[in-house]
């Protein structure tokens, strides 16, 4: 799997550089996120923006990948899904994914969890 990383002090942002996300890459995806080192410590933003069509293999690997990093304490985001997709993981994920239209909100909502958290912790 291709794909184009970035990583800042307290988020990552995975965007895979390719058009289709299928049944070949789901499980691709996954193990790439799951082995990166950079998400121990970080939260993540999952870039779709260059990922035209997928298949049931691959919105069920988004959502594993984001039910994985909130398992670990963290937030994700998902940003520049198409609507075809946004439609079809809202109906699978409910109202607990974070979509974004922007990179800037995406980036907004992963940071308004991370201080939530800090606040949270800080209370115990």
Do not use: H
């Amino acid at each position: 799997m291709k794909f184009k990383i970035d990583t800042k002090e307290k988020i990552v942002v995975f965007c895979p550089e390719e058009p289709a996300l299928d049944a070949n890459l789901s499980a691709d995806l996954i193990s790439t996120l799951d082995s990166l080192p950079e998400l121990e410590t970080r939260n993540l933003i999952l870039d779709l923006t260059l990922v035209e069509k997928n298949d049931l293999a691959g919105m069920q690997a988004i959502l594993t990948v984001y039910q994985n990093m909130y398992d670990k304490g963290r937030s994700c985001a998902l940003t520049g899904v198409n609507s075809a997709l946004t439609k079809e993981l809202k109906a699978e994920g409910g109202d607990m994914l974070n979509i974004a239209p922007t990179m800037a909100e995406a980036i907004d909502l992963v940071m308004m969890e991370e201080l939530e958290r800090e606040l949270l912790n800080g209370l115990d």
